[in-house]
């Protein structure tokens, strides 16, 4: 059947087992307590659609390891692949994201000459966030200039750059058995942003010790 709060998210609730089909695009994810049952839905939709069997799932643009503990998920590959993209490879690692107090604006420093090219890097910025969380505020300064770039602006994102150079291989952990519990936590900066006073929120929701929503 289908889940009401996601049209990607297929499930077969049964007293004795639980299977879950998650579509995205083209790829396709089966979990599950029931092997047999995965394997007879696999051989279901082989008869109805041309498909390819990866196994074990390991990479779906993020890279995925299995141990007897849990899930760990990296994006190790898609972030040095962005360092090479802004010529950084070689450059120091800094150990602070965010200078203390520094906040970009819409006059600070110069029109920035190439408008393209900072947009590219922001986009994958934020596709990062998904394993890298603790980037996400630095992130969502940085987009809100996507139409009035300063020379300040590209100088965050570098800056963004070279901290995540020093943390590639932070992820998160998804632990195997935990207690179902769902925690929820929640902040604002009221009046944070010198230029408007508008304040900025955050959230985070944990299932036991394992961040799913932020």
Not at 67 to 95: H, P
Request: aromatic share 14%; hydrophobic share 40%; net charge neutral.
């Amino acid at each position: 059947m289908a889940n009401h709060y996601s049209f990607a998210l297929f499930l077969r609730i049964t007293d004795k087992d639980t299977i879950l089909l998650l579509l995205y695009v083209d790829d396709m994810i089966m979990i599950g307590d029931d092997l047999n049952g995965i394997q007879e839905l696999k051989n279901f939709l082989s008869q109805q659609f041309e498909k390819k069997d990866f196994g074990h799932l390991s990479y779906l643009g993020l890279k995925i390891t299995h141990s007897t503990d849990g899930l760990y998920i990296t994006q190790v590959k898609y972030a040095s692949e962005l360092l090479s993209k802004a010529g950084l490879t070689d450059s120091k690692t800094v150990d602070i994201l965010v200078e203390l107090k520094a906040h970009p604006t819409l006059l600070g420093g110069k029109p920035f000459s190439n408008p393209s090219f900072y947009r590219r890097l922001v986009g994958s910025l934020v596709y990062l966030t998904v394993t890298h969380l603790y980037i996400s505020y630095a992130v969502h300064q940085v987009s809100q200039y996507l139409s009035t770039l300063r020379s300040t602006h590209y100088a965050v994102v570098l800056r963004i750059l070279r901290y995540l150079k020093g943390t590639l291989f932070h992820g998160l952990f998804y632990y195997a058995q935990s207690p179902f519990i769902l925690c929820a936590f929640s902040n604002a900066d009221w009046a944070g942003d010198p230029t408007d006073c508008r304040f900025t929120t955050s959230y985070y929701f944990l299932l036991s010790s394992s961040l799913i929503s932020w």
